[in-house]
């Protein structure tokens, strides 16, 4: 079935370019995700990627897409003390119904001053 | 749109008790989730619904879990009777249908704590 994994955590100093590696199984998925959980609160869809593209930037934020080796990551510019939070990839399941994602157990960003 | 609505906000309970979590989706969202969150499990889903009908429940841990959606703008997630190792954020989600990338909405959970 489909699998989403992604390492734990991340710590990095602030100014530092932080990336976050994700590898899926799916390769029939139209889109993948990153979603971000702030402490305290639920997850919030961040950027997203279509399949047929193999990268995607938007400010600070770089998403690139390794459709061969079933490879994503984010790459935050510049991470600041406000970035630290708890990135999800996800990606589509199609091997139930259409409208499922299968998210990927998160890797908790901590970011030192 | 004020969100995914989800109440209560935190609950505490005994074991053996009966807890009801309640969900009001965003109006016109055709999809509705229950996740569960824990450190050592991480993010699970729990059942979905498509249209107030329950599509994927696979994830619902045993017959003490139970999911309902009488209607388009509430959902139900209970768990009778409760235990302690049921103690975890609860979400619900939801997500418009439609062509196109899939975002799912989440609301800010229910904290559930099972004594």
């Known amino acids: 079935g489909e699998d989403v994994e992604q390492s734990l955590f991340l710590s990095v100093r602030e100014g530092d370019s932080s990336v976050i590696n994700c590898t899926y199984t799916?390769?029939?998925?139209?889109?993948l995700y990153w979603y971000k959980q702030e402490p305290g609160a639920g997850l919030q869809l961040l950027t997203y990627?279509?399949?047929?593209?193999d990268m995607k930037q938007d400010q600070r934020l770089t998403v690139l897409l390794n459709k061969k080796d079933k490879h994503l990551s984010l790459r935050i510019a510049d991470t600041q003390t406000g970035d630290s939070a708890i990135y999800f990839c996800?990606?589509?399941?199609?091997?139930?119904?259409?409208?499922?994602?299968?998210f990927g157990k998160g890797t908790k960003l901590s970011v030192k001053p | 749109d004020a969100g995914v609505i989800q109440s209560p906000r935190h609950e505490v309970t005994e074991m053996g008790q009966e807890v009801t979590l309640r969900c009001k989706p965003i109006?016109?969202?055709?999809?509705l989730f229950w996740y569960r969150q824990t450190m050592m499990r991480g993010l699970e889903l729990l059942i979905y619904?498509?249209?107030?009908?329950?599509?994927?429940d696979s994830g619902m841990p045993e017959d003490r879990f139970s999911a309902k959606m009488p209607n388009a703008s509430f959902s139900t997630l209970k768990i009778q009777p409760s235990e302690p190792r049921d103690s975890a954020v609860y979400f619900c989600?939801?997500?418009?249908?439609?062509?196109?990338?899939?975002?799912?909405?989440f609301g800010p959970g229910t904290r559930l704590t099972v004594l």
């Open positions: 799916d390769s029939s998925s139209t889109y």
């Open positions: 996800a990606e589509e399941d199609y091997g139930g119904s259409q409208g499922n994602l299968i």
């Open positions: 989600a939801s997500s418009p249908a439609g062509a196109g990338y899939n975002e799912q909405f």
């Open positions: 109006s016109g969202h055709d999809y």
């Open positions: 619904f498509n249209n107030n009908v329950p599509i994927d």
């Open positions: 990627i279509f399949s047929n593209m």
